[in-house]
């Protein structure tokens, strides 16, 4: 039960989160245990007609993707089911910048008679590829006193979006139509989709999907499946085969215990997972 006074009422929370490398379940560990709330991957929920929640209290953990928020995590708003007088939250995880990812889910929500009441920014390790400058050790140093601003800001219920690099979410606004628009020629050259194809980045996303293989070094562990958020991979003849659901979250390439993935998504030799997080984490939804 979370504490927050609402005239003496005691609010219990729910924090659903998704993750491909272990930074937003970290994170989401974190917020859920300091609010003794349940902590639920949202593709455990996200195929129900409706996501119905007896919680008080909301958490949306995830990360950020091409600049905004995952397919996953809003097709996860656009389900909430009646969230009347609830306190809704997001906490989305970047290696740069969070982007329009907070205010993508705000929208939705507002669009469905709902509301965020506050988002939060997490700087984490970047999955997608290499920072030669990025200190990673620093990251997780600072990961639980930001969760200790997002309790403490939810705990007292307040109200707006605060990221945690706010000069660069500043420089960065001004170049979020062109980032989309280089993200849908990266994603339509990734899945050989004939340029100009007029789809958005979001539809861009799953074909891109297609593009991972798996060399030689594959035993057919079934890892890769296990850990696929969206059950996107099937095992064929001991040999993984994408399937049209892909949300790019990378766990696929990166749990592969043979390094074994390859494909236009990932940068090759980059390898990403959070320390404190297991394939079986991953798998467990
Ligand atoms: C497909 C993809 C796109 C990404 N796009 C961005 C981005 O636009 N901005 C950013 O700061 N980080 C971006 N990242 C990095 C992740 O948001 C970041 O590392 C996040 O913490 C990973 O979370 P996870 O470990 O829970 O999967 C991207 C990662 C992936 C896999
Ligand atoms: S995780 Fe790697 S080794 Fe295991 S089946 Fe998938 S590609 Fe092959
Ligand atoms: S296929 Fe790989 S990248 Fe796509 S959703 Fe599944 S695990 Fe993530």
Redesign the pocket.
């Known amino acids: 039960m979370l504490p927050i006074a609402n005239g003496g009422h005691e609010m219990n929370a729910a924090i659903y989160y998704?993750?491909?490398?272990?930074?937003?379940?970290a994170v989401a560990r974190g917020i859920a245990e300091r609010l003794h709330g349940d902590l639920i991957p949202i593709a455990s929920v996200v195929d129900r007609e409706t996501i119905e929640s007896d919680a008080d209290v909301i958490g949306i953990t995830?990360?950020?993707?091409?600049?905004d928020a995952p397919n996953i995590v809003r097709r996860l708003a656009e389900k909430l089911g009646d969230t009347k007088g609830k306190y809704i939250f997001a906490v989305c995880?970047?290696?740069?910048?969070?982007?329009a990812s907070l205010k993508t889910l705000a929208h939705i929500l507002e669009a469905r008679g709902s509301k965020l009441s506050a988002g939060f920014g997490v700087h984490?390790?970047?999955?997608?590829f290499r920072k030669p400058w990025e200190v990673k050790p620093l990251a997780y140093r600072q990961a639980p006193k930001r969760t200790d601003f997002i309790v403490r800001s939810v705990e007292a219920g307040r109200t707006g979006l605060f990221y945690s690099n706010v000069v660069i979410q500043a420089i960065m606004a001004p170049f979020q139509g062109w980032?989309r628009r280089m993200t849908s020629l990266a994603l339509e050259k990734a899945s050989s989709t004939p340029a100009p194809s007029g789809l958005t980045v979001e539809q861009l996303i799953p074909l891109a999907g297609k593009s991972f293989s798996a060399d030689a070094k594959c035993t057919g562990c079934g890892t890769c499946a296990r850990v696929c958020p969206v059950a996107n991979i099937k095992i064929v003849d001991k040999k993984p085969v994408w399937q049209n659901r892909c949300e790019?979250?990378?766990a696929c390439y990166d749990w592969c215990p043979t390094n074994a993935i390859h494909g236009p998504?990932a940068s090759s030799n980059y390898r990403?997972r959070?320390p404190d997080v297991t394939a079986h984490d991953i798998a467990a939804r």
Do not use: D, E, K
């Open positions: 998704f993750t491909g490398t272990g930074n937003s379940l995830f990360p950020v993707y091409y600049a995880t970047y290696g740069g910048a969070a982007g984490m390790p970047q999955n997608a980032i790019n979250c990378l998504l990403y959070h």
